[in-house]
């Protein structure tokens, strides 16, 4: 399974940005999530989706992120709205099935004025 992620960038603080993930596989049975590391920190969850749709946040993105999938078009979707300075962090998105999960590239996003 290939996951292609896209969509970061340059941001100002309070603007913007949508990161998708396209899975060369279906992704109907997979928990899907994406996940953030930045700057002299360890990996860690930002929003996740189960395969039922149910979805979890840290609580440092609530009511700020958004996650989606469409399972027609094999993709995740994270909008990030109010975006801070603190939100700068490489992304990843993870599809996980029953035995083994995938991981995207990485996608930059910065957040700075």
């Known amino acids: 399974v290939q996951l292609q992620a896209c969509g970061g960038g340059l941001v100002q603080p309070g603007g913007s940005l949508r990161l998708s993930c396209a899975a060369s596989?279906?992704?109907?049975?997979?928990?899907v999530g994406w996940y953030r590391r930045g700057p002299g920190k360890q990996r860690e969850v930002v929003a996740s989706?189960?395969?039922?749709?149910?979805?979890n946040y840290a609580d440092s993105v609530k009511g700020r992120f958004t996650i989606s999938r469409d399972n027609g078009k094999n993709t995740v979707s994270l909008q990030m709205d109010s975006l801070k300075p603190e939100d700068t962090a490489v992304y990843y998105c993870?599809?996980?099935?029953?035995?083994?999960?995938?991981w995207g590239q990485g996608t930059q996003v910065t957040v700075s004025s």
């Open positions: 989706m189960s395969n039922g749709g149910s979805t």
């Open positions: 993870n599809v996980a099935y029953t035995n083994r999960a995938y």
């Open positions: 596989t279906s992704i109907f049975t997979a928990n």
